[in-house]
């Protein structure tokens, strides 16, 4: 494994980004949609993505303020290669604790139920499943427990 960095996303990401998400989606033969796509990004958005190697975009998480202090964690995407490593979990703790020292009192993240990888990383991150509706399950964490 070469070496890698999980650092917030630059304007020059974004296209990396929206592909690596393509390429996820496409693995779960699940569609892309455009209000989903990480290259889409709001200004209120905070965004990380992983870098590998040679400037290559590996991982990508982002957290969006929310209602009621409940933040939205979204674009949650790893590629193939470098699940396994804790990238995912570095990424979704970092997203969490900028939730945190933005306000949050909790964190939400709706999850295609085809993503069996991302359900069970939350759900060892101390997120709990509240609702499934369709083919997505939402989990919620109260952030006071974030270190």
């Not at 009621?68 to 970092?94: I, K, M, N, Q, Y």
Request: aromatic share 8%; glycine share 8%; net charge positive.
């Amino acid at each position: 494994m070469t070496t890698y960095w999980v650092r917030p996303a630059r304007p020059n990401d974004l296209k990396a980004v929206r592909e690596l998400a393509r390429r996820v989606r496409r693995e779960f033969h699940l569609a892309v949609r455009g209000a989903e796509q990480p290259g889409s990004v709001r200004v209120a958005d905070l965004l990380w993505v992983v870098e590998a190697g040679r400037s290559e975009i590996v991982g990508c998480c982002g957290v969006r303020e929310g209602d009621s202090g409940t933040w939205e964690l979204h674009s949650l995407f790893l590629a193939p290669d470098w699940r396994g490593f804790g990238l995912g979990r570095s990424l979704v703790e970092r997203a969490l604790r900028s939730a945190q020292e933005g306000g949050a009192l909790a964190a939400a993240c709706w999850v295609p139920s085809e993503f069996a990888e991302a359900t069970a990383l939350l759900r060892s991150l101390g997120f709990r499943e509240e609702v499934a509706e369709r083919s997505q399950c939402r989990f919620v964490r109260t952030l006071s427990q974030v270190s």
